[in-house]
């Protein structure tokens, strides 16, 4: 594949979770409530049936996916092989459990949300995966020596 179509891919993948962050994080940090009732909008409502609203459990959400952001940002303008790797590796460390959990308790959602959840989450996890395999290639382990 060619350096700038690799590139392109790559910034395509980090603006996708970039975006992704942006809107759970902003919503859940300074909006817990609505996140709680009305998360992912569109009249639909994933997270309420985990359980009673719990503010400090949603700020954290929001503030986790706007870390995850800041990240991503940085490793969107940077293109750095480094914070790349970290941003991809990260995304998969809070990705693929959230995925796992949400897929085992898709049952408790109508079935077309509980599709569009996994579908949802397995995106970010695909994008994730994309960013590693596309991360700006670095020195060998022998030229760094």
Not at 74 to 83: F, K, Y
Not at 117 to 138: F, K
């Amino acid at each position: 594949m060619a350096p700038r179509t690799r590139r392109l891919l790559l910034r395509l993948a980090l603006v996708v979770l970039a975006l992704n962050s942006l809107m759970v994080g902003l919503w859940g940090q300074f909006f817990p409530r609505s996140f709680y009732d009305d998360f992912p909008g569109l009249g639909r409502h994933w997270i309420m049936v985990d359980g009673p609203f719990n503010e400090h459990l949603i700020r954290d959400i929001g503030g986790l996916n706007l870390a995850l952001a800041a990240v991503t940002i940085v490793a969107l303008i940077t293109l750095g092989r480094t914070v790349v790797l970290v941003t991809g590796v990260a995304w998969l460390l809070y990705g693929v459990p959230h995925l796992v959990y949400h897929t085992s308790h898709a049952h408790e959602l109508a079935a077309s949300d509980g599709a569009a959840i996994t579908i949802s989450l397995a995106g970010s996890v695909v994008m994730a995966i994309v960013a590693l395999v596309l991360a700006p290639p670095g020195p060998s382990h022998e030229a760094a020596r």
